[in-house]
């Protein structure tokens, strides 16, 4: 279990993280991670927020302690899986989610996670499944006849779903020799010990010819559904969205393997307002890319727009999900920040749907009721959910501040005070509570300042004047050295000490005792020495 030191750290990295203050929340856990180096949730956290920066090495680091401190964790191989991912290495990401739904079977995300690795390795390994294969294959004059056989089509569209099928047409010389162009490697398809024709006699070298222009390979009914594609866009564009639709469904009924076609439609569904239809639409989309090994960057098209959709219905958590995925697929620099622009809302209405004065005043006074108690560290969780209720009602800092200076938490409970008289600059408890602080802290010249603000809001005030008399007998006790030091951390002897004008004066003083008549006939210079005299730093006599 965390130390409540490191807990806290944890608790305000992860307020950072959620509030897309990413380096914050770096150092917050790398501070937890001093205190308790073994905590696996701490480096896990960190991990995460170093792939919110995008650096990945260093969130594969962590991701690695992670499983190291606690090898029987889900979640760390979560880490480990996703931080892989993000720097290409797809095999090992497989392993790592593989190895975490061993221990937690049942995760969604472990799951999810697995699902895209595997997709994003098995087209890396197969390289009939090249979103631009086509393309290779017409530029190519040794390939380029191919194009207009159906049955060779057919096969690049089976070895493009299924790379293992490749040892079924090996005797194919048209899929061997179209492998040697996407691989860059020449085929030679003669068998050994084949009497081979002569080379032909070298001749001079011809002048280079021009490229020929490259081939349409479209069919007639790939021709059809993108001028049926062309229809749909200018009715979409004017708004005429049922003339829109079937456009696009003559489209689809022509050429049902391209994703594009569906997503214009869900376009138009978007703009309709039709959100069920939308969402339908893009998850058809997706599932016919992904049938036929269409790019990442379409992939993520039909995600971003199922996020857009969940904006409209105001369903956060769903659109960070959608737009997750789609990072997944291609790094989108406007769409990362989209993510962390609605965690930050998301977070931000959190935040105001739970508050409740009524219900912060119960916890007030329950943590009221255990700090009569002595139950100092109980008092101060019900302060906190009473200020997560009422973050600025001034008597809930006030009140933990108490609790805080009970537990020796000084500087806490000095930034809680300081926060109550930021809500409320008249609150003289926080500045009698603050005086007995800096006496603790034997900060005497401090001390003495908010006792002085203190009586000028409440002249009085009974206990201020005592806090007054309380310094100055512990200053008359103090050595010289001791009241000078002290005096030092005064801002206001600082601000004196520091005047260009004073130390003229400082120095005119040392060289002519008698200058201090003079100047003493000036009230602010009067008022000034008087206050170095009372610190010590000045001698008169």
């Known amino acids: 279990m965390a130390s409540s030191e490191a807990a806290a750290l944890k608790d305000a990295g992860n307020a950072a993280l959620n509030a897309g203050n990413f380096a914050e929340a770096v150092e917050r856990y790398t501070e937890a991670i001093a205190i308790e180096p073994t905590n696996h949730v701490f480096h ?3 991990s995460a927020a170093y792939a919110k920066m995008a650096e990945y090495e260093k969130a594969l680091v962590d991701a690695k302690q ?8 889900g979640k760390g191989y979560g880490r480990l899986g996703a931080a892989l991912c993000y720097l290409n290495r797809y095999e090992e990401a497989v392993e790592a989610y593989e190895e975490g739904l061993k221990h937690d079977p049942d995760s969604a995300q472990l799951q999810s996670g697995l699902k895209e690795a595997q997709s994003v390795e098995q087209k890396q390994a197969n390289p009939f499944a090249d979103p631009n294969l086509l393309q290779k294959i017409a530029a190519n004059p040794q390939t380029r006849e191919f194009l207009k056989d159906p049955t060779y089509m057919q096969k690049l569209k089976e070895l493009a779903s299924d790379s293992s099928k490749l040892g079924e047409s090996i005797k194919d010389q048209r899929i061997m020799k179209t492998l040697g162009v996407i691989l860059g490697i020449p085929m030679d398809f003669a068998q050994p010990g084949a009497n081979r024709p ?7 070298a011809k002048e280079p010819e021009p490229e020929p222009e490259p081939m349409d390979t479209k069919t007639d009914e790939q021709t059809k559904a993108l001028s049926e594609k062309a229809l749909g866009n200018e009715c979409y564009k004017r708004r005429e969205f049922d003339a829109a639709h079937l456009h696009y469904n003559a489209a689809i009924a022509l050429e049902p393997d391209n994703m594009m076609f569906i997503l214009n439609k869900s376009a138009v569904f978007f703009e309709e307002q039709k959100w069920d239809e939308c969402l339908e639409a893009c998850q058809k989309a997706i599932e016919v890319g992904r049938a036929n090994s269409a790019d990442y960057a379409l992939i993520a098209k039909p995600l971003v727009r199922m996020g857009n959709v969940h904006v409209k219905r105001n369903d956060l958590a769903s659109a960070i999900a959608s737009y997750e995925r789609s990072l997944v697929e291609n790094r989108d620099s406007n769409i990362a920040k989209k993510v962390n622009a609605l965690k930050k809302r998301m977070k931000e209405e959190e935040i105001l749907s739970y508050r409740d004065p009524v219900k912060s005043e119960e916890s007030r006074e329950e943590g009221n009721k255990k700090f009569r108690k ?3 560290a109980d008092a101060v969780k019900e302060y906190d959910e009473a200020l997560k209720r009422d973050p600025d009602n001034a008597k809930v800092y006030s009140n933990r501040a108490a609790c805080l200076t009970k537990l020796a938490s000084f500087p806490e409970a000095l930034k809680d005070l300081d926060k109550c008289l930021e809500i409320d600059p008249t609150f003289t408890k926080a500045y009698l509570r603050k005086g007995k602080i800096h006496i603790m802290m034997k900060d005497i010249t401090q001390a003495s300042t908010v006792y002085e603000k203190a009586r000028s809001i409440d002249p009085n005030c009974e206990e201020a004047l005592q806090g007054l008399m309380e310094c100055r007998r512990l200053t008359q006790n103090l050595t010289p050295e001791e009241r000078r030091a002290n005096a030092l951390k005064d801002p206001t002897v ?3 000490i520091k005047d260009p004008a004073m130390q003229a004066i400082l120095e005119q003083m040392k060289d002519n005792p008698d ?11 009067a008022a000034k020495l008087a206050k170095l005299v009372e610190a010590g730093i000045v001698e008169m006599r």
Do not use: C, M, V, Y
């Open 44 to 46: 896990s956290n960190r």
């Open 66 to 73: 992670t499983t190291t401190l606690k090898p029987d964790w």
């Open 198 to 204: 002569p080379s032909p006699p070298k001749s001079k």
């Open 374 to 376: 002595g139950k100092f």
């Open 494 to 496: 600082q601000e004196i």
């Open 515 to 525: 200058a201090a008549r003079t100047h003493l006939k000036n009230s602010a210079i």
